[in-house]
């Protein structure tokens, strides 16, 4: 969505924040510049707009711990500080992704407090489901909580978020080659650890399937 544009007394474009800056679209010239400058309004638009998915992405990351809102808002910090870099050749929400994978790893290898029973299920209108959820997920998350911290954010950016290894790979910054092969040894350990699980193989199809969709788009670019 467009931000509408007025004007101030002095002249000068503001951006009118009625209007819902859209993370996952381009912004236009106003919204962006106002962002470089530090706009207040603007940054705090901006803020709000992206807040659900970070504070998601980081709990998918980090599991359930007393400091996921000390983790949710250090990536804000960052994501504030980036934004009069930021150019406007990707989204906001390729940017606060690309740093809220950045900030999880500082993250990974802390103690973890909390203890994994708070993790909400899938299904929590099933109570058969309810429980055999809470109790996959725990192990889930006690598994991720011993894999590398690079194949742990594989794992769950292309096995949890659906993702395919070349859009993780942009967020990671590294070749998508890279990305496909810790996927691939973060689906064999999670496959191993949790072997029998149908939710841990429903994660680990999804992950076949987010590579064979990576394969396809090479072909058809081929």
Request: proline share 7%.
């Amino acid at each position: 969505m467009r931000a509408r544009r007025g004007s101030t007394p002095s002249g000068e474009e503001e951006v009118d924040l009625r209007a819902a800056i859209d993370p996952h679209a381009r912004l236009d010239e106003p919204t962006l510049a106002a962002l470089q400058r530090g706009d207040r309004r603007t940054v705090q638009a901006a803020l709000r707009a992206l807040f659900p998915e970070v504070r998601t992405r980081m709990h998918r990351l980090l599991g359930p711990r007393d400091d996921l809102d000390d983790a949710t808002q250090d990536a804000l910090i960052e994501i504030t500080r980036a934004l009069p870099r930021f150019e406007g050749r990707a989204s906001l929400s390729t940017l606060a992704s690309r740093i809220t994978v950045r900030t999880a790893f500082r993250y990974f290898g802390r103690p973890r407090t909390v203890p994994l029973e708070v993790v909400d299920p899938h299904d929590p209108d099933d109570p058969e489901s309810r429980v055999a959820s809470r109790e996959t997920l725990r192990r889930l998350y006690r598994c991720l909580d011993k894999m590398s911290p690079k194949r742990r954010v594989a794992f769950v950016l292309c096995c949890v978020e659906g993702m395919t290894p070349s859009e993780a790979a942009e967020i990671e910054g590294v070749p998508s080659l890279v990305m496909r092969a810790r996927l691939l040894q973060a689906r064999n350990e999670i496959a191993r650890l949790m072997k029998g699980d149908p939710f841990a193989e429903a994660l680990a199809q999804a992950g076949r399937r987010s590579a064979g969709a990576h394969d396809d788009d090479e072909e058809g670019g081929a």
